[in-house]
């Protein structure tokens, strides 16, 4: 009855997060979350054992599982339109996965971008594509610790560039709204704008990259 209760009081909580304007902190612990759940599907996807995630970090519940769903869901349309920009990023960015300083500045170059015309809820899929990517790449070249790095380093970047963005838009589950369809054929034209630009800046983050000569 006492884990019952526990229970209980945990989905009132995470109910109360989202029936009230979420706090800037609360914002990038969910950004977070849904990170990690992103990364962890894709590696099950792609076959990929690694280890477990940190202890005691919080995973998407409640609501927050709903948000995850969709995320996910829209990460799949994402990258159905166009696979080979979503694979092999390392390779594309033409960097080292040994370094986490090189990792973190590569990922921070590409979100930089993915923002520079202004902020959509595509671009945010796309950074969590990215993400995940890119952990994907990390955990294939036994570098399995950067997938935290990779968390915490969005998590920064939500912070700094989109929580005010969030703030307006009452927080993550603002994001159910861009499922309008449940027929697969129906591409979602707000991805298309995410997904054509993204193939262009990886070739310009390749060369801000490039050490001076």
């Not at 809820?121 to 070249?141: E, F, I, N, T």
């Not at 036994?142 to 912070?159: K, N, S, W, Y």
Request: overall charge positive; charged content about 20%.
């Amino acid at each position: 009855m006492e884990v019952l209760r526990r229970s209980s009081v945990f989905a009132a909580e995470v109910m109360e997060v989202f029936d009230r304007s979420p706090t800037d902190k609360e914002l990038v612990s969910q950004a977070k979350a849904l990170c990690r759940d992103y990364i962890n599907s894709r590696l099950i996807r792609a076959g990929v054992s690694w280890s477990k995630p940190e202890c005691n970090v919080p995973v998407p519940g409640g609501k927050l599982a709903e948000v995850s769903a969709i995320l996910l869901r829209l990460g799949d349309e994402l990258e159905y339109l166009r696979p080979a920009v979503y694979r092999n990023v390392a390779r594309q960015l033409n960097i080292s996965l040994h370094s986490e300083s090189v990792v973190t500045d590569a990922f921070l170059a590409v979100a930089a971008q993915i923002f520079t015309a202004g902020i959509t809820w595509g671009k945010v899929v796309s950074l969590y594509a990215v993400a995940a990517a890119l952990a994907l790449d990390c955990v294939r070249h036994a570098q399995p610790a950067m997938v935290h790095t990779i968390v915490d380093c969005l998590g920064e970047f939500v912070r700094k560039t989109l929580v005010p963005w969030l703030k307006r838009r009452g927080g993550w589950a603002d994001i159910t709204k861009c499922v309008v369809s449940t027929d697969p054929s129906l591409r979602s034209h707000w991805l298309v704008a995410a997904v054509c630009s993204f193939g262009h800046f990886l070739k310009a983050i390749f060369f801000v990259l490039l050490p001076e000569r």
